[in-house]
């Protein structure tokens, strides 16, 4: 799964990165990023341009009468063509979630180690997502999202089985936000990310609280 991750840059590298304009939203730099918040997240329209929002990071299906009470912050690749909570958004709601690093927990003697995960050379990269858009009973409208996920490749395997579809830079990124690209294009994702230009190294156990948003989460340390 994917539970937190991290977007420290700043706003005219992500506009840049990402081929954006204006946003109408302060960005403010995220070191700890956890569902429930609202997160940067890029879509399309029908006319191809692209324009960036924040939405809802806990996935609430247009359909739903009442939203579940457990956040659904992840969708597996293997299946988003077929679940019903899926499908649909998968189909005609796709979004860039742009992130400069991800966290997972790693299983050790002393307990689970919170890994940071990211390129070697710092730069952005953006997860496949999906998103849709509920009306509450009272009329208003909150759009929402998950971070579409698939097993782990054989870099990532010893942290953790599972891991978010990365897309490998801006044409894999464009061709995501193409309804008409099919999943099975997108399910072994991950084994074409080069090994060579990812790391991962220990942080502090801080980051499993979500009050805790500072610099000092993606500090490096020996293993607690």
Known sequence: MCGRYSLTVTLEQLLSRFELGNVHFRLEAGYNI??????????????????????????????????????????????????????????????????????????????????????????????AGIYDTWVTPEGERQSSCAIVTTAASSWMDPIHHRMPVILPGPSSEAKWLDRSTPIGHWQDMASMLAEDKWKAYPVSKSIGNVKNNSPSCIEPITQE
């Not at 992840?74 to 400069?100: G, H, M, V, Y």
């Open 34 to 127: 956890a569902p429930g918040q609202l997160i940067p997240a890029i879509i399309e329209d029908n006319e191809g341009n692209r324009r960036i929002g924040r939405l809802l990071w806990g996935f609430i299906p247009s359909w739903t009468k009442v939203p579940n009470p457990k956040p659904v912050i992840n969708a597996r690749a293997e299946t988003i063509a077929e679940k019903p909570s899926f499908r649909e958004s998968f189909r005609r709601k796709r979004c860039l979630i742009p992130a400069d690093s991800f966290y997972e927990w790693k299983a050790a003697d002393h307990g689970k180690q919170p890994m940071r995960i990211m390129k070697t050379n710092g730069e952005l990269f953006a997860f």
